[in-house]
T-cell receptor, first 115, second 118 residues
């Protein structure tokens, strides 16, 4: 079946603009995660959804970042008033169950560049 | 807080040889899961192998095996019979807790860049 998809694959924006990044998880996966990967680093956790609700948003760096998953499937990561430091690859992952040996499957990521 | 340490920024291996990528972890929770992911230049994170803290045997998946030494808090990835397509970044990650309440977020190391030489 289809894997996790993310759109757009690349996004270039200007400082101060608003951006939305979309994630379409594997069908039937109830858990969805957003990570951010800066150059030369491993991914860092941003937010986790179980169904429609954000079960853990402790990784969001500040209140400019917000994410939704209104119907328990597709999720959108929203960044307001973008800053150059927001430039990174934003990865989305999904899993069928949260816990145990449950594996997170990642999408190809969205490369965000803030000029 | 959980921490993953990968001390090898880069590794080289001859094609068809075996290679070990190091990973040490730090957690005070007795229940955790350890994962290895491969990230080719295309950017997608590909799951390779998983080891639970209570698993009695080391995990194996085809050419990948995990050398799990609980007392040393290490979870090294062994790739046997390296292929040119194995050239990529490799990330070790941990999830705490293993099960029950929690967000199940993964904590990643900084990665090791593996280059396979023909």
């Amino acid at each position: 079946g289809a894997g996790v998809s993310q759109t757009p694959s690349n996004k270039v924006t200007e400082k101060g603009k608003y951006v939305e990044l979309r994630c379409d998880p594997i069908s039937g996966h109830t858990a969805l995660y957003w990570y951010r990967q800066s150059l030369g680093q491993g991914p860092e956790f941003l937010i986790y959804f179980q169904g429609t609700g954000a079960a853990d948003d402790s990784g969001l760096p500040n209140d400019r970042f917000f994410a939704v998953r209104p119907e328990g499937s597709v999720s959108t990561l929203k960044i307001q008033r973008t800053e150059r430091g927001d430039s990174a690859v934003y990865l989305c992952a999904s899993s069928s169950l949260a816990g145990g040996s449950d594996t997170q499957y990642f999408g190809p990521g969205t490369r965000l560049t803030v000029l | 807080a959980q921490k993953i340490t990968q001390t090898q920024p880069g590794m080289f291996v001859q094609e068809k040889e075996a290679v070990t990528l190091d990973c040490t972890y730090d957690t005070s929770d007795p229940s955790y899961g350890l994962f290895w992911y491969k990230q080719p230049s295309s950017g997608e994170m590909i799951f390779l192998i998983y080891q639970g803290s209570y698993d009695q045997q080391n995990a194996t998946e085809g050419r990948y095996s995990l050398n799990f030494q609980k007392a040393r808090k290490s979870a090294n990835l062994v790739i046997s019979a390296s292929q040119l397509g194995d050239s990529a970044m490799y990330f070790c990650a941990m999830r705490v807790p293993y099960s029950g309440a929690g967000s199940y977020q993964l904590t990643f190391g900084k990665g090791t860049k593996l280059s396979v030489i023909p």
